[in-house]
């Protein structure tokens, strides 16, 4: 299997565009997680889907920011218009439902920069 | 609210010595307790895991990390550091089940000296 894969790798945008992050989480895998990681704040949730449908979205920012997944195998989140203060490594992860291993599987992360 | 604390950023070992990285929970039951290791520029990658059962568990790379209730703690240890373990570690809690989000400590950055 290859992985959560994510993309792209980095991102460098001017303040006020639009910014689309995909992720493809591992085959078979019911959760998806969308985390972003700050030296400020550490890693933080922002939403994550169960089965294609968002559970929880409580730490999504701001309305600036939306996340879908309109099937298995793709996601999005996106960022629009994007502020300096969105520069941070965005880590999507995905997870099996009730398997009993409780492992969350990382992608390698995006990194943006909004200048 | 739920927590998890990493009370050392930074932690410098020389290699071949022992290693112990602190994490404190703060959670009414017993949550499901992770460690994850993330080196540079890459994502997290799972060392082990704690559920129920024997409090001592055993993860890859020769980590071990032991569950204590009374303290809230779950330290993650290493007999004999290699320089290859030089990285950020992270310290998770899973306060509900299966497949809901995990919370983060802040993370401890190992350095590795010769």
């Known amino acids: 299997d290859a992985g959560v894969i994510q993309s792209p790798r980095h991102e460098v945008t001017e303040m006020g565009q639009e910014v689309t992050l995909r992720c493809k989480p591992i085959?078979?895998?019911?959760?998806l997680f969308w985390y972003r990681q700050t030296m400020m704040r550490g890693l933080e949730l922002l939403i994550y889907?169960?089965?294609?449908?968002?559970?929880?979205d409580s730490g999504m920012p701001e309305d600036r920011f939306s996340a879908k997944m309109p099937n298995a195998s793709f996601s999005t989140l996106k960022i629009q218009p994007s502020e300096p203060r969105d520069s941070a490594v965005y880590f999507c992860a995905s997870s099996p439902d009730s398997s009993g291993s409780y492992e969350q599987y990382f992608g390698p992360g995006t990194r943006l920069t909004v200048t | 609210a739920q927590s998890v604390t990493q009370p050392d950023i930074h932690i410098t070992v020389s290699e071949g010595a022992s290693l112990e990285l602190r994490c404190n929970y703060s959670y009414g039951a017993t949550p499901y307790l992770f460690w994850y290791v993330q080196s540079p520029g890459q994502g997290l990658q799972l060392l082990l895991k704690?559920?129920?059962?024997?409090?001592l568990v055993q993860g890859i790379k020769g980590f071990e990390a032991e569950f204590k209730r009374s303290q809230s703690s779950f330290n993650l240890r290493k007999p004999s550091v290699h320089w290859s373990d030089a990285a950020e570690y992270f310290c998770a809690v899973a306060p509900y089940q299966a497949g809901t989000a995990l919370i983060f400590g802040k993370g401890t950055t190992l350095s590795v000296s010769s």
């Open positions: 085959s078979g895998h019911d959760y």
């Open positions: 889907f169960n089965n294609n449908v968002p559970i929880d």
């Open positions: 704690y559920f129920s059962g024997d409090t």
